[in-house]
């Protein structure tokens, strides 16, 4: 982004040594197309942090659902081969305690941490990645047509070539109604 923030300052340098009024009309797009596009960066680098977060959240989620589904196998091993022992007074209730475990290992919505409640967390958290992972994306399309806007326009003004203007206008215009539906939440 530096780089275009470059042309843009160069741009508007050019049009303050023509002294000219539509390289300053330019000047103006171009400032209004940097902070455009400054916007659009902050919406670009808040959907990727929103990525990340969910993404780290998932991994944990499913971090956790191993290790309890670890755990409730040993559970379910360890009734089984109770099961198997010769008959002793104590031998049901440690089996009672074993299948309980791994029942409330399995699921357990008082707590609200069994693998069955970490499985739905996850897919929840993969949903949201998702969402922030495309949103990140659509924003990269924004921010990329405002720098070839910003360009645009700054070429106008060195080369006096109307058109370029219009052009960087035109698509800066286009990227910034496009930025205003991505951050509204329409894509």
Do not use: C
Not at 12 to 23: F, M, N, V
Not at 74 to 86: D, G, W, Y
Not at 105 to 128: C, F, H, T, V
């Amino acid at each position: 982004m530096s780089e275009t923030i470059e042309h843009a300052k160069e741009g508007i340098e050019e049009a303050h040594h023509h002294g000219d009024s539509r390289a300053r009309r330019t000047a103006v797009l171009i400032a209004v197309l940097a902070a455009a596009l400054a916007l659009a960066d902050m919406g670009e680098k808040g959907a990727q942090n929103q990525y990340l977060t969910h993404h780290i959240a998932l991994s944990d989620d499913w971090g956790f659902f191993q290790a309890k589904n670890v755990r409730a196998t040993v559970r379910a091993a360890e009734a089984t081969v109770l099961e198997s022992l010769p008959a002793d007074p104590a031998t049901p209730a440690r089996i009672k305690a074993a299948r309980e475990e791994e029942a409330r290992l399995r699921d357990d919505p008082g707590k609200g941490d069994g693998m069955k409640q970490l499985a739905e967390r996850a897919e929840a958290q993969a949903e949201m990645r998702d969402h922030a992972f495309h949103r990140y994306h659509q924003y990269e399309i924004v921010v990329g047509g405002l720098q070839i806007a910003i360009v645009l326009a700054s070429v106008s003004v060195v080369t006096r070539v109307v058109a370029l203007a219009y052009a960087g206008g035109l698509l800066g215009a286009a990227a910034g109604a496009y930025g205003l539906l991505v951050a509204g939440g329409a894509f």
